[in-house]
């Protein structure tokens, strides 16, 4: 089975074995990938204790709720995901941002995790510019009818959306049967950017049933596929299944994480389906419409 590459970003080959462990794996782990790592740990001390004072606070917990049309804020973990193929929800709370959503008061939090959200937005942008160096002929023909010179130029900076992850510690013994920090699932946009979690349990499944740890490498970056790009490339970059579950020497221990989820600007068109074009808008809204549907069964 193919393992998930360990990518030196200053390294002469890193754009090449990054597409490689992309392909392979839908995964990739990238060291000296220039985001300070104290930043991140900053991150996830700091709202690991945000979070926990948002769910024993009902004002404050009422005040950041949810928006129900933007969906960015805070998440308890009563709302918590219901992935596509689960029947419970996630054990985990979050707080959602947008790059012109809400944010807490400064009062409350430093605005150090915005900057951590700019950060992996331009890392983001960066990457799609390595992806868009190994299309082959018909991808970038895909690009060029839409007058598109370089994936880069489809990053939609008003969609992309950082999440910050709480996962409580728990006694397994008083979990619901199947419920896991993060059922197994797929990602919707182009790629997610992820700084390792504050503890191991990161599983991706590769032959549809068996399931393997990425790599838990202090200070790296973990990339993976969405469905959007696997939707634009028909397939080739796969969008790789995996979840996040508390391995038995680490479950009486909470883990914070921090994906950056990479999205397209909504007018790109993916593919065709009934001879119509089929947008990264079409894509994101057929998916939202599913998760609602799951929500609220």
Known sequence: MS??????????????????????????????????????????????????????????????MRNLERFDGYFPCELAEVAKNASVRDLKQYFQLYHNGRYPKPTEVSLEAQELFNDMTLLGKKLLGWINTNFNTLEQEKLKQQDITNLTETLRVERTMMRILHYPAYDPSTVQPGQVRSAPHEDINWITILPTGSTRGLQICLDGENWNDVPFEPDSIIVNIGDMLQEFTEGRYHSTTHRVIAPRDVSGEERVSIPCFIHAKKDVVLSHRKEKPFTAENYLCERIAELNRLDSE
């Open 3 to 64: 393992a998930i590459r360990k990518v030196d970003c200053r390294s002469h080959t890193a754009c090449t074995e990054f597409n490689a462990s992309l392909l392979d794996t839908g995964f990739a782990v990238l060291t000296n990938h220039g985001i300070d790592p104290g930043r991140i740990n900053g991150v996830y001390s700091e709202w690991s204790a945000f979070l926990r004072i948002l769910a024993k606070t009902p004002s404050l917990k009422k005040y950041y």
